[in-house]
């Protein structure tokens, strides 16, 4: 079994300021890691995914994430945050090698950026 | 190249009807996923096809059923709506072999009265 949990339901930074939206998993098997974003009513875009390389993965729009597998966690960082990057963020887990393909979701962190 | 497409973008139905959403994957892949996404919650898995077959299925009920068809498209079935069946509807395309990365469509929000 697999499961997400995405500590903070809102998430609220200023512009220019830091972002860190924090995720805990639950697996029975290595897991592969993602962080998916969703803009208001839009599809799911892929951020970064963790599948056993680096345990510092870097994504698309100077997002970056940290697989600790001691802290069974994965939290998402940006150095700056953009206007642009205010959305729906989630934390995805699926069970690496085994053929099981399901993704399973966190409940999601909406960020809020102030101006 | 184009992604995951879908259609139709927007549905409304009552309750007791039936509804099928369609899916074309992005270019090149062979595997389509389904996910339900109720206001203000994650995607659910629904279930996954490769090869024609339905390979995995999470906790729906079988009023819920899908086809893939031979150029890899997929369609969702849903029988006997329910008001809880209002949901964004998420298809998503990844290849067998090549890593469990899926990309996803824009969905098909599907409301029920």
């Known amino acids: 079994a697999q499961s997400v949990t995405q500590l903070d339901s809102h998430v609220s930074v200023s512009e220019g300021t830091p972002v860190l939206l924090r995720c805990n998993y639950s697996s029975s098997y290595s897991p592969s890691l993602f962080w998916y974003v969703q803009h208001p009513n839009k599809g799911l875009q892929l951020l970064l995914k963790?599948?056993?390389?680096?345990?510092l993965v870097k994504g698309i729009n100077g997002f970056e994430a940290e697989f600790k597998k001691s802290e069974t966690s994965f939290h998402l960082t940006k150095p700056s945050a953009h206007m642009s990057d205010a959305a729906e963020y989630f934390c995805?887990?699926?069970?690496?090698?085994?053929?099981?393909?399901?993704?399973?979701f966190g409940s999601g962190t909406r960020l809020q950026v102030q101006p | 190249d184009a992604g995951v497409t879908q259609s139709p973008t927007h549905l409304i139905k009552t309750r007791g009807q039936q509804v099928t959403l369609r899916c074309s994957p992005k270019?090149?892949?062979?595997?389509v996923s389904w996910y339900q996404q109720a206001l203000g919650q994650g995607p659910q898995f629904i279930f996954q096809y490769y090869e024609e077959e339905e390979r995995q299925r999470g906790n729906f009920p079988d009023r819920f059923s899908g086809h893939q068809f031979p150029n890899y498209s997929s369609e969702l079935n849903v029988n006997a709506l329910l008001l809880g069946d209002s949901a964004l509807y998420l298809c998503a395309s990844s290849l067998v072999q090549g890593g469990e990365t899926q990309y996803f469509g824009p969905g098909t929000r599907l409301l029920v009265l």
């Open positions: 995805v887990v699926s069970e690496r090698n085994t053929g099981r393909r399901a993704l399973t």
């Open positions: 963790y599948t056993s390389a680096a345990t």
């Open positions: 270019s090149g892949h062979d595997t």
